[in-house]
T-cell receptor, first 111, second 112 residues
């Protein structure tokens, strides 16, 4: 069975642009979470979605938004990109919460 | 509050045991996790322990939980070069199964 998949693997944007990152959960998992991992740090929680509803939100500005589709895949959107948004963005899936399985991540570089 | 602390570096000779330690602050955490991250890769779930357990063993991995001291450790027996990675300790706060709180990670370096 395929694990969590994310696209694209790498992305380069300039300040002020917006970006959309995509995630497909493990088959049968209904919950998707997003994390930001800045170089040298542990992942920081951004959002969790379950059954297309936002279940939890971390301490991130409103420039960050997400949604979940009927097939449980998810998109993370970031508007008005800042240099500090450069990071590895990780998606994790779980059955309904609890133990989370991570994808390979999307590395975003903002110039 | 929610915080997870772990040392940043550990060097171990190949064949020896590695012990990575972690402390957490949320005494109501339900699950505690160990994740492994290799360079340029995502996080791999290594093992987890439920908060009502003291120990869990899985092949070369042994997890010890001291709930009184809020201390978690991961022991890797017979450390190999392929174990070189960053190891993250993480907790799942009670009633918050939406998120996991991670430490900053311990970089394990294997000496020949």
């Amino acid at each position: 069975d395929a694990g969590v998949t994310q696209s694209p693997t790498h992305l380069i944007k300039t300040r002020g642009q917006h970006v959309t990152l995509r995630c497909s959960p493990i088959s049968g998992h209904k919950s998707v979470s997003w994390y930001q991992q800045v170089l040298g740090q542990g992942p920081q929680f951004i959002f969790q979605y379950y059954e297309k509803e936002e279940r939890g939100r971390g301490n991130f500005p409103d420039r960050f938004s997400a949604r979940q589709f009927p097939n449980y895949s998810s998109e993370l959107n970031v508007n008005a990109l800042l240099l500090g948004d450069s990071a590895l963005y990780l998606c994790a899936s779980s059955l309904s919460g609890g133990t989370q399985y991570f994808g390979p991540g999307t590395r975003l570089t903002v110039l | 509050g929610e915080d997870v602390e772990q040392s940043l570096f550990l060097s171990v000779r190949e064949g020896d045991s590695s012990v990575i330690n972690c402390t957490y602050t949320d005494s109501s955490s339900t699950y505690l996790y160990w994740y492994k991250q290799e360079p340029g890769a995502g996080l791999q779930l290594l093992t987890y322990i439920f908060s009502n357990m003291d120990m869990k063993q899985d092949q070369r991995l042994t997890v010890l939980l001291n709930k009184k001291d809020k201390h978690l450790s991961l022991r890797i027996a017979d450390t190999q070069t392929g174990d070189s990675a960053i190891y993250f300790c993480a907790e799942s706060p009670q009633n918050r199964d939406d998120k996991i709180i991670f430490g900053k990670g311990t970089r394990l370096h294997i000496l020949p």
